[in-house]
């Protein structure tokens, strides 16, 4: 019955917690259930598993820099430029806007999007373009292999992201119908702009989103590397570099970037994520669950 206490106590700080901080949710959960099923050095064991592990460490600093490009694109106005070029119908712009910026998660992403959907849309009704610019800025988070979801459920289950892919497009393409037959049906017309086509302000930005993707398909298909995450790695700081370059971003401009889209949260959930899958593994009473009786009072818990 402990143990159930432990576990119960566990999930139930994870949830509470996490509303505020999934970091500090998770680690509270770990510390937890570590004091009801581990033994001091079994506690220890599972942190050194966790931090003495190259390819946790290089997925929390991917994870951690992924928003930064995000951010470097922003300040330099090069995101604004890839969407003010989109010369395309309402339809696609609606979809296609949101779900490129969504490639790149950072704190209030959608507030982000928002003002430039805005200003592409502007006769297509508010709250279509609302629904349109949460609906969509999420869908290829299924299917992009930077996402951090992906990334860190992908490497929880031991599984390569790009074997996964195929397996959720079919909920990628479900999730497009339905955005499509609420959301888009019944908008029409092209996207208004006031200034002149620029093939580099569409260009340039992104190529540096797909940089990325493609050096981290590239560097991992071309090469046997001791850890997959620094194929991830490596993409993502080309990315990153390149919109530093190209934006034209100093020192001062990079910090201002860190203060808002504060990368170490990310970092610190991964980080948080792996001590607590540790700390479960390492729980010998805690993989024998399944095979205890749950008694009706821990059911109440």
């Given at each position: 019955?402990?143990?159930?206490?432990?576990?119960?106590?566990?999930?139930?700080?994870?949830?509470?917690?996490?509303?505020?901080?999934?970091?500090?949710?998770?680690?509270?959960?770990?510390?937890?259930?570590?004091?009801?099923?581990?033994?001091?050095?079994?506690?220890?064991?599972?942190?050194?598993?966790?931090?003495?592990?190259?390819?946790?460490?290089?997925?929390?600093?991917?994870?951690?820099?992924?928003?930064?490009?995000?951010?470097?694109?922003?300040?330099?106005?090069?995101?604004?430029?890839?969407?003010?070029?989109?010369?395309?119908?309402?339809?696609?712009?609606?979809?296609?806007?949101?779900?490129?910026?969504?490639?790149?998660p950072m704190p209030g992403g959608a507030l982000l999007s928002a003002p430039l959907v805005e200003r592409g849309a502007t006769e297509?009704?508010?709250?279509?373009?609302?629904?349109?610019?949460?609906?969509?800025?999420?869908?290829?988070?299924?299917?992009?292999?930077?996402?951090?979801?992906?990334?860190?459920?992908?490497?929880?289950?031991?599984?390569?992201?790009?074997?996964?892919?195929?397996?959720?497009?079919?909920?990628?393409?479900?999730?497009?119908?339905?955005?499509?037959?609420?959301?888009?049906?019944?908008?029409?017309?092209?996207?208004?702009?006031?200034?002149?086509?620029?093939?580099?302000?569409?260009?340039?930005?992104?190529?540096?989103?797909?940089?990325?993707?493609?050096?981290?398909?590239?560097?991992?298909?071309?090469?046997?590397?001791?850890?997959?995450?620094?194929?991830?790695?490596?993409?993502?700081?080309?990315?990153?570099?390149?919109?530093?370059?190209?934006?034209?971003?100093?020192?001062?401009?990079?910090?201002?970037?860190?203060?808002?889209?504060?990368?170490?949260?990310?970092?610190?959930?991964?980080?948080?994520?792996?001590?607590?899958?540790?700390?479960?593994?390492?729980?010998?009473?805690?993989?024998?669950?399944?095979?205890?009786?749950?008694?009706?009072?821990?059911?109440?818990?």
């Amino acid at each position: 019955m402990l143990i159930w206490i432990g576990f119960s106590l566990a999930i139930i700080l994870l949830l509470v917690i996490s509303r505020r901080s999934l970091a500090l949710g998770m680690a509270a959960a770990a510390v937890v259930l570590a004091l009801f099923t581990l033994s001091p050095s079994q506690m220890g064991g599972a942190l050194v598993t966790t931090f003495a592990d190259p390819s946790i460490l290089l997925l929390a600093f991917v994870v951690g820099l992924i928003p930064m490009i995000g951010g470097a694109l922003e300040a330099s106005g090069e995101m604004e430029r890839l969407v003010a070029n989109m010369r395309i119908g309402r339809r696609p712009f609606l979809a296609l806007s949101p779900a490129l910026l969504g490639m790149l998660p950072m704190p209030g992403g959608a507030l982000l999007s928002a003002p430039l959907v805005e200003r592409g849309a502007t006769e297509t009704p508010a709250d279509i373009k609302a629904a349109a610019n949460v609906w969509f800025r999420h869908a290829l988070y299924l299917v992009y292999p930077l996402g951090p979801a992906l990334i860190a459920s992908a490497k929880i289950a031991s599984l390569d992201v790009y074997r996964v892919i195929p397996f959720l497009t079919p909920a990628l393409l479900l999730n497009l119908l339905l955005g499509y037959v609420f959301l888009l049906r019944r908008v029409d017309g092209r996207v208004g702009h006031s200034g002149r086509f620029s093939p580099a302000g569409l260009l340039v930005p992104l190529a540096i989103i797909l940089a990325a993707p493609v050096l981290d398909l590239v560097v991992k298909r071309s090469f046997l590397l001791p850890y997959p995450e620094i194929g991830t790695a490596v993409g993502v700081m080309v990315s990153f570099i390149a919109a530093i370059v190209i934006g034209r971003l100093d020192r001062a401009d990079i910090k201002q970037v860190a203060q808002k889209m504060r990368p170490w949260k990310f970092s610190l959930i991964i980080l948080a994520m792996f001590v607590f899958l540790n700390v479960f593994r390492a729980s010998t009473n805690i993989n024998n669950l399944a095979a205890r009786p749950m008694r009706r009072t821990n059911s109440i818990i």
